[in-house]
């Protein structure tokens, strides 16, 4: 391809390492219909005439059939995808093929193709977040009013239902669509026409490529189209931001399919057993999403890397932004894969969580309300209701344990109401300020959250 200043032919090693088109083949789609867009621009601005542009385009379409079919196979001796679809179709159109390059260089095409790719990725994440949140809703749906303790510190602190918790979750999800989104958004601008760096000589319509391949806009600096990989740490950030969500996630599933919790089952497809101990049932699938979280950080640290002291334009080490990119998307796609039906299938265990929730003092700050609601200030309410508490534990009892007799003796601020005030049931009921944990409350939650991802 660059013979004439060398004689194009390098150390069969070192055309290995050079070599892309192992990994870069993914972008096979985008190269060609990028292509066509080109042949087409061409066309019309008369750059080649309207016969070849048609004849380059057939041709395209029909190697992207051959591709799809099966009955084209990449040659993995290309250096790239670039160089595999101009050379096989240079091989079925002669001269003609030859002609395509014009107007354009392997720095804006690959800058264009990366775009197309990623906002595809951006597309199919999105939809599998979506199912994810859409599992998260049906539990929380069935589970709204199923009470468990709510953690601080992981200790037990106040009583909340199983749904409000799972709805946690798919606010944080929706927060991670977002960002995908606001990512795509700024990734929709189209490089082509940038060409090596410095633009073209030739009257080209970069405008007219960018619609027919459905960007928003152009890249307004050259410079910039041809070595801004932004786009792709973005992503990477963003999507490093949902794996730990996913992650936090995993690791609760992972805690409360223990039998030290036993709030949930795992399904049996979703873990897998012990090769010595026959007993054991482990959440193996939550384990490696955990696990992978810091595969795509380690992903985005390689593209900063890669890219934080690059000279302007276009380095060869930015080659090695596609295998990084690559991975984090293809690592995310996978654990949304599995996580959704593991979601959707686990099986609660709400006689579980209420027993836990009844022996760890959670309803003590509704005690304290109680006694503020009569009179007392909220300082004085809580020392007497952490004294209350201290007797408890001395007693091996809990709170709905005591007489009223024994509350009288902290103060004569407690009546016969106090036991319906402290019962659990209504300590999540009370809870009706916005996004709190009561029933409806939290119904309002998921019908907030799947009008959004409709």
């Known amino acids: 391809m660059w013979a004439g200043r060398t004689s194009g032919i390098t150390d069969s090693i070192a055309d290995d390492f050079n070599s892309s088109i192992h990994f870069d083949c993914k972008m096979y789609r985008q190269d060609i219909q990028g292509s066509m867009a080109h042949a087409l621009m061409l066309g019309s601005k008369g750059i080649i005439s309207k016969a070849e542009a048609d004849t380059l385009i057939d041709g395209l379409a029909s190697i992207l059939s051959d591709l799809e079919t099966g009955k084209l196979e990449f040659d993995m001796s290309c250096e790239d995808i670039h160089m595999f679809v101009e050379q096989k179709l240079t091989e079925r159109l002669g001269d003609v093929g030859k002609k395509l390059h014009t107007a354009r260089s392997r720095n804006d095409q690959v800058a264009l193709d990366v775009r197309m790719y990623l906002r595809d990725e951006c597309d199919e994440i999105t939809l599998l977040i979506k199912e994810v949140i859409t599992a998260l809703c049906d539990q929380a749906e069935e589970h709204k009013a199923s009470i468990m303790p709510g953690y601080t510190h992981l200790q037990r602190a106040q009583p909340i239902t199983f749904g409000h918790h799972l709805m946690a979750y798919a606010m944080m999800l929706l927060r991670d669509i977002d960002r995908i989104a606001d990512c795509r958004k700024r ?134 932004d596609k295998e990084s990119i690559f991975d984090a998307t293809e690592t995310v796609k996978m654990c949304l894969r599995v996580l959704a039906p593991m979601l959707a299938t686990m099986k609660p265990i709400p006689g579980n969580m209420k027993r836990a929730a009844q022996k760890g003092f959670i309803n003590a700050t509704d005690l304290a309300d109680y006694l503020v609601k009569h009179g007392l200030p909220f300082r004085s309410a809580y020392k007497l209701s952490g004294q209350i508490v201290a007797k408890c534990i001395s007693e091996g009892k809990v709170l709905e344990d005591l007489t009223l007799e024994e509350y009288r003796e902290f103060s004569e601020l407690f009546n016969d109401d106090l036991y319906n005030e402290i019962s659990l049931e209504t300590c999540v009921e009370k809870r009706i300020s916005e996004g709190g944990t009561s029933v409806r409350s939290v119904q309002t939650q998921i019908e907030y959250v799947r009008n959004l991802i409709r």
């Open 187 to 320: 990734m929709n601008v189209s490089p082509i026409g940038c060409c090596a760096l410095a633009g073209t000589t030739y009257d080209t319509d970069r405008r007219l490529e960018a619609r027919e391949l459905g960007f928003d806009g152009i890249v307004q600096n050259s410079l910039d189209g041809v070595s801004d990989r932004d786009f792709c740490i973005e992503l990477a950030s963003a999507l490093s931001t949902l794996m730990m969500h996913l992650s936090r996630m995993s690791e609760e599933l992972i805690l409360w399919a223990s039998w030290e919790f036993k709030f949930i089952e795992l399904d049996d497809a979703y873990t897998t057993g012990s090769s010595i101990m026959p007993q054991k049932k482990n959440p193996d699938m939550a384990e490696l999403i955990r696990g992978k979280t810091g595969r795509v950080y380690g992903d985005l640290m390689a593209l900063l890397t890669v890219l934080k002291g690059l000279p302007l334009a276009y380095n060869k080490d930015m080659q090695e």
